[in-house]
């Protein structure tokens, strides 16, 4: 039963509650018209305290298209955050205005922290360096439209695993199935933390610094931008920025049914002259979010179709 819980990490929801949310975003994706009034009366609280386009626009598309109406700010400098209050009492406050909330923020553990002085469900969609979920539940679904069963797959994920919370998130939630190995493929600078390396199987990941030795072997590979934001050294970031791109050259090598996936944004790591691959997928892996959000909100709300 997903009514009424908080989303913070990917392990909040159990594999089948997971599948009932792709499930019903599978629905949603071929008859969208049958969704248009199921949230009418209900309200999405969205409050980003980092820029956001994908996430926050998704979740707002999704309301609306549900019927469902939005309020939040972009900027927390246009809140009562820039005259000092607490996320404490602005959650409790955000409660008695809204059905459901999402929250972005640049410390980590944020979201858990809202959550906790609300019974409204809470939507952790970022916090800091840690956790993005709902950009994991996009990324199982596009794995799951494209590769039809998320298991036996090799999964390459490249850049920034040590401040990529997108990647953090999905990796998390990919070793609860079934004959998952991953390729960790990023500068010794930014390797995966030890926190997230320390919860896998024994021989389910490779690290390595190669992208052209590994992306022959891999069926998913999941790129990511160097997190400019997280670095307390600009020089070290410039020096870093540019270690991989992904270009005609190195997509040679990979399989023909080999899927290229990227959270975005996107700075310089995938070069736009592979954007018309065909295995490119990251745009269709955008529009699925919204989908994916359509259904969760859904599922947080125990609204269903009459
Ligand atoms: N993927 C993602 O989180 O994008 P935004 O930062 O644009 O929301």
Known sequence: MLKGKHLI?????????????FDLAD???LAPENYLDVCKGKILATLFYEPSTRTRFSFEAAMQRLGGQIIGFDDPNTSSAAKGESLSDTIRTIACYADVSVLRHPREGTAKLASKYTDMPVINAGDGGHQHPTQTLTDLLTIRKYHKEIKNLTVGVCGD????RT????????SRYENIHFKMISPEELRMPKYILEDLEDGSYEITDNLETSIGDVDILYMSRVQRERFVSEDEYQRLKDFFILDKTKMELAKEDMIVMHPLPRVNEISKEIDSDKRCIYFEQARFGMFVRMALIMKLLGVAIA
């Open 9 to 21: 990490e990917p392990f909040d929801f159990s594999l089948e509650e997971l599948e009932q949310v």
């Open 27 to 29: 629905g949603i994706i």
């Open 161 to 164: 695993l040590k401040f990529g």
């Open 167 to 174: 990647i953090h998130s999905l990796v998390k939630a990919l």
